[in-house]
DNA sequence: GGCCTGTCAAGAGCAGTGCTCACAAAGTTT
DNA sequence: AAACTTTGTGAGCACTGCTCTTGACAGGCC
């Protein structure tokens, strides 16, 4: 009944000498995190109480804050797990295709972001819906995992301008565009080789594009989409030829309606 | 210090007779909602609080049940305000326009869906984010004004088709598409004369590309867009060329970036 | 062994919330 | 002027996140 089980660990790194305390702090913390996230699932939203978790713990409430110093924190820390869960799905299913693929990564990528997001509602609306009271997760946590996610993508594309997949002169997009600070720093700090050479002209593309998907989501995930077109898959579908159109891949490349057998 | 005023009231329609009484009702029904506006912007969604409002107007807490019965019907008289006001930011620019410059008018609606949505951070968030606790708004009370505000892009796509301006065979969506419920109702209780004959398949598209444009929004307000990329007017811009090109509109009829200064 | 230190948990309590109810003070209608 | 309807009051309930003090237990030191 948790779908979106806490993603992989940051792994153990280096020292496996866990003391039996802190096993037993790793599992309650994780009990929390576990229960915290059905609590968003059943009541959305907002409907995630500390002292329902420790009733449901059979803990004094006020031991809760032995692991989260606060409500805010627990939530940033849902947060995260859920920007680790996504990223994971968009990288293997990126990797589902051969890295000469480049419009089938994408396709892959693309569908495994909806599937995520149709799998996972509560995360994605405490991702991309405003979270809870008000307070945004804190970038210093949400950044890293934030960046992984939205890596995928970013080097997808330019890995298929870099083999001509796709023309970014084709594309609506003005070849000059000023970057922010995150853009340059979030390249930098990159997964080494996996992004070759990225012009801001790139980064733009990829954001409208990724942009586009994202509204799709939205929309029907919270707006009433389903109710206004029932087959939702088949559109989804005609959207991401759209945006893969925009982006200048190669028509011959765009997978027809016919083959999305998978 | 309130952009998002209450917009055009539903008109005193008949009897202006209005007794003492009910006016000072609808006075002090707007201050509530000014109020509760103002924490919204202030202090997040979530951060409306009844008690903070009564304080503020020096009234006992219990005297707001007057005027709604609950947080949530607060709530959902403010996101039906918020579909109103930008609803009618919408038309109003549509009618920009002449009635046959209908890519001009497409133009022209996104423009204005992105200022309302900019200069109206609180009440974009209340509407296309989650808005408070996790309850929903219920279609019921919010339907009829989110629907005057989904109008108004269909009817602009279709005249578009209707007069050439636009071709639904230079898309990527299928002709055929099931249609659900929703989108029959909204048709038919439709504003007359305005939507001529409209296939599913046009629904089709200009949902697929409204929830683009929505996208960008969501990644400029609640994302991180204006980090990554800092003239996102410019990349706006481009991203609107690239929804209309998915729609089939005529490329000579999509306005380059040059004659952008309005 | 004994001991000290850091961790975990409990319980009372504070300030705040939405909401309900019986009751009093206005305003409106008959 | 009486009868009625609508507003506003204040106390109170159940709930929330959070803090503080207090007591128990486990780990590593001499």
Known sequence: MSPSAPPALPAPSSTPPLSRRDERRLAT???IKAIARRQLAEHGPGGVSLREISREMRMAS????????SYDELITALCVDA???????LAAARDTRPADDHAGRWWQVCHAYRRWSLDNRPDFALI???PVPGHHAPES???PAAGRFATVPFAVYAA???AGAADPDHTQVPPSLETGDLLRQLLHTDTGADTPHYPPRLAGITLTAW???LGFLVTEIFGSLPQLVTDTEQLFRAHVRTVMAGMGFQPTLIPADADCHR
């Open 29 to 31: 913390t994780a009990e």
């Open 62 to 69: 006020s031991a809760l804050y032995r692991y989260f110093a």
């Open 83 to 89: 920007y680790d869960s996504v990223a994971d799905a």
């Open 128 to 130: 991309f819906g405003t």
């Open 141 to 143: 946590a949400t950044g």
């Open 160 to 162: 298929a301008v870099d």
């Open 211 to 213: 942009a586009s998907i």
